[in-house]
T-cell receptor, first 113, second 113 residues
């Protein structure tokens, strides 16, 4: 069964600090991995999409990494801002089911002043 | 910037009643999806739709659910006879191509009493 696990479940950091969120997946065959940001009560917003051949991808202060061998990904947030407070969700797409995404449970990040 | 819209934002219904949730996709997108998120839980895939037919569906998407694109613009999710456990946020998402980024709508919060 395809699964995506994220850690930590929640994280509190001070404004201006960096943080790294982790994602482990067992999805086969792998197609791509996405990181989404979801504000409370809103739809997820895509941050990055990475395919098998990509090791890292940046989007502003967000940098995602992918290790397809160990089936791990991370999302690094640099110089956090109060507006970064949200849930960050790792989502993996299987190669034989390109439309169907498997979602992780998310990491709830709170940035405090 | 084009966006996916959903109506209503909140729907309250009695158990056993039929509900129709509506989504207006981004205009040049061809792939459409419905997801649900029960409060405090992961986002779950329901169904994908392309070329006026279902491409994939999950175990959740049983005979009580149906989707259609009745007028070439709106994409709807119908729940025939709602149950208490159908209470959730329902997100519509659309993409230009099968493996491209999916853009999510703001969601419809369905409450079944």
């Amino acid at each position: 069964k395809n699964q995506v696990e994220q850690s930590p479940q929640s994280l509190i950091i001070l404004e201006g600090k960096n943080c790294t969120l982790q994602c482990n997946y067992t999805v086969s065959p792998f197609s791509n991995l996405r990181w989404y940001k979801q504000d409370t009560g809103r739809g997820p917003v895509s941050l990055t999409i990475m395919t098998f051949s990509e090791n890292t991808k940046s989007n502003g202060r967000y940098t995602a990494t992918l290790d397809a061998d160990t089936k791990q990904s991370s999302l690094h947030i640099t110089a956090s801002q109060l507006s970064d407070s949200a849930s960050y969700i790792c989502v993996v797409s299987a190669g034989n089911a390109g439309n169907m995404l498997t979602f992780g449970g998310g990491t709830r990040l709170m940035v405090k002043p | 910037e084009p966006e996916v819209t959903q109506t209503p934002s909140h729907q309250v219904t009695q158990m056993g009643q039929e509900v129709i949730l509506r989504c207006v996709p981004i205009s040049n997108h061809l792939y459409f999806y419905w997801y649900r998120q029960i409060l405090g839980q992961k986002v779950e895939f329901l169904v994908s739709f392309y070329n006026n037919e279902i491409s994939e569906k999950s175990e959740i998407f049983d005979d009580q659910f149906s989707v259609e694109r009745p007028d070439g613009s709106n994409f709807t999710l119908k729940i025939r006879s709602t149950k208490l456990e159908d209470s959730a946020m329902y997100f519509c998402a659309t993409s230009a191509h099968q493996r491209n980024e999916q853009f999510f709508g703001p969601g419809t919060r369905l409450t079944v009493l």
